[in-house]
T-cell receptor, first 113, second 114 residues
Framework: DAKTTQPPSMDCAEGRAANLPCNHSTISGNEYVYWYRQIHSQGPQYIIHGLKNNETNEMASLIITEDRKSSTLILPHATLRDTAVYYCIVRVAGGNQGGKLIFGQGTELSVKP | GAVVSQHPSWVICKSGTSVKIECRSLDFQATTMFWYRQFPKQSLMLMATSNEGSKATYEQGVEKDKFLINHASLTLSTLTVTSAHPEDSSFYIC??????????FGEGSRLTVL
């Protein structure tokens, strides 16, 4: 079973920031938080991941709470092309011991003009 | 990011026939690949872990004799759906793991069994 819970759906206005929450209260010390997204009828696309520090890349920012029990993915300026299902996943990472990805239901983000 | 390619992108077959789906890592070697299936409006469900040179590890409830997985090289894993039936119609997706541990996904293969 997935170890994360996310709201099933969210709306966001184009050009505004999209903040997607995720709860992972049972996360272990060696598990990372990963975010992927899936645009309709395509394979999942990697967005970002982190352990305990906040992370930022060209796609998004990841804010992880100090107790690591929840996190938020931030898309700073959402566009219509960001409409997708976003999955938050906890996983042991690193080398050949990296664990498999178990997907939950995700959040369906709809960006509206 | 790394490129993972699946072939075919979509396939239609008759009930009772077998269908093979390929998953290739194009610019890296992958000792481990994963196979998922996804029904409409549902999330991805992990079917099995494919390890190069050894037998695949199947998730609970997945029939290993029906979904044959072969990982004969460091860049290719295949999933064969044997004696396919309409209920096997689904979106099949593979992912490949880099040495660093990162995972990248293929574009998916849509199977329709008539």
């Amino acid at each position: 079973d997935a170890k994360t819970t996310q709201p099933p759906s969210m709306d966001c206005a184009e050009g505004r920031a999209a903040n997607l929450p995720c709860n992972h209260s049972t996360i272990s010390g060696n598990e990372y938080v990963y975010w992927y997204r899936q645009i309709h009828s395509q394979g999942p696309q990697y967005i970002i991941h982190g352990l305990k520090n906040n992370e930022t890349n060209e796609m998004a920012s990841l804010i992880i709470t100090e107790d690591r029990k929840s996190s938020t993915l931030i898309l700073p300026h959402a566009t219509l092309r960001d409409t997708a299902v976003y999955y938050c996943i906890v996983r042991v990472a690193g080398g050949n011991q990296g664990g498999k990805l178990i997907f939950g239901q995700g959040t369906e983000l709809s960006v509206k003009p | 990011g790394a490129v993972v390619s699946q072939h075919p992108s979509w396939v239609i077959c008759k009930s009772g026939t077998s269908v093979k789906i390929e998953c290739r890592s194009l610019d890296f070697q992958a000792t481990t690949m994963f196979w998922y299936r996804q029904f409409p409006k549902q999330s991805l469900m992990l079917m099995a872990t494919s390890n190069e040179g050894s037998k695949a590890t199947y998730e609970q409830g997945v029939e290993k004799d029906k979904f044959l997985i072969n990982h004969a090289s460091l860049t290719l894993s295949t999933l064969t759906v044997t004696s396919a039936h309409p209920e096997d119609s689904s979106f099949y997706i593979c992912s490949a793991r880099l040495v660093s541990g990162e995972l990248f996904f293929g574009e998916g293969s849509r199977l329709t069994v008539l």
